[in-house]
């Protein structure tokens, strides 16, 4: 079988399905047919009896990104050597601050209403926790026992 230069078929067809070269398809088994085809016309027919045809977009999968995203949801893929951004640029200061004093409050109202602190034990707690004191909820039980003693 010879090889037949059907660039110009291809340029046709391409202006013709409106898309770029590399996605015109064209039929093996009628190579001969576009061959002799020579204008927009004769590349509109051959389209009409599908013989020339667009193909279809390529896509880009997901499947890498979800897998990689179900790994990061276990915890996976956090090392250092993963990490760009510095520790507070990960989880700001003020989100961590935030986070901590709310937990401490909330133990701290419920060692009040369990009565293991008083009003004024309570008070007291309160403003070193907003002082920055305890590290921890687990931090602030140790404080109290040791207070209790």
Not at 56 to 70: D, E, M
Request: aromatic share 4%; proline share 2%.
């Amino acid at each position: 079988m010879m090889v037949m230069d059907l660039s110009l078929q291809r340029r046709l067809a391409a202006s013709v399905l409106k898309c770029g070269e590399n996605r015109v398809w064209f039929d093996p088994a009628a190579l001969e047919d576009i061959a002799t085809a020579a204008t927009k016309q004769d590349i509109r027919e051959l389209i009409e009896q599908g013989v020339i045809k667009r193909k279809p977009v390529n896509g880009v999968s997901r499947a890498r990104i979800n897998k990689r995203k179900l790994q990061k949801r276990k915890g996976r893929r956090r090392g250092h050597g993963s990490r760009k951004g510095a520790k507070g640029a990960r989880m700001p200061r003020k989100r961590m601050w935030i986070l901590r004093i709310r937990a401490l409050r909330k133990a701290l109202r419920q060692m009040k209403a369990e009565g293991v602190v008083d009003r004024r034990t309570y008070r007291i707690l309160y403003r070193k926790a907003k002082g920055g004191e305890f590290r921890s909820v687990a931090h602030l039980k140790i404080y109290v026992e040791q207070m209790k003693r």
